[in-house]
């Protein structure tokens, strides 16, 4: 669960609030009530849009929201669906550097044979 302490702290005619989670989220309870349902986007992660609220500077509003993710699910650390373009991409600039390596240490042990004759 997470818990939000929000200050007003400028003046403004309304102040809206949003709570996003993360794909497969279940059991979800949310205070304030969101004003509708969730909008969900491409990679599965709802948004709730809470009540906007009329604050002056210096009011105070807490939202709070509960969630279950299931077991198995392949969510990452941030939240966020684990993505396996991510991992691809690590593995491929990986290699890459292991390749630069591979170049550097052949032209350093050929320039070091060098300088011996």
Do not use: M
């Given at each position: 669960?997470?818990?939000?302490?929000?200050?007003?702290t400028?003046?403004?005619?309304?102040?809206?609030?949003s709570v996003?989670?993360?794909?497969?989220?279940?059991d979800?309870q949310?205070?304030p009530t969101?004003?509708?349902?969730p909008?969900?986007?491409d990679?599965?992660?709802?948004?709730?849009?809470l009540?906007a609220?009329?604050?002056?500077?210096?009011?105070?509003?807490t939202?709070?929201a509960?969630y279950r993710?299931?077991a198995?699910s392949?969510?990452?650390?941030?939240?966020?669906p684990?993505?396996?373009?991510?991992?691809?991409?690590?593995?491929a600039?990986?290699?890459g550097?292991?390749?630069?390596?591979?170049?550097?240490?052949?032209?350093?042990i050929?320039?070091?044979?060098?300088?011996?004759?």
């Amino acid at each position: 669960s997470i818990k939000l302490d929000y200050v007003q702290t400028a003046p403004a005619g309304e102040t809206g609030f949003s709570v996003r989670l993360p794909a497969g989220a279940s059991d979800v309870q949310i205070s304030p009530t969101p004003a509708s349902g969730p909008d969900k986007n491409d990679v599965g992660e709802s948004l709730y849009t809470l009540p906007a609220a009329q604050l002056k500077e210096g009011d105070a509003r807490t939202i709070t929201a509960a969630y279950r993710i299931a077991a198995g699910s392949s969510v990452g650390t941030t939240g966020a669906p684990a993505s396996t373009s991510s991992s691809s991409t690590l593995i491929a600039v990986l290699a890459g550097l292991a390749l630069v390596l591979l170049v550097v240490l052949a032209v350093v042990i050929k320039t070091e044979r060098a300088k011996r004759r």
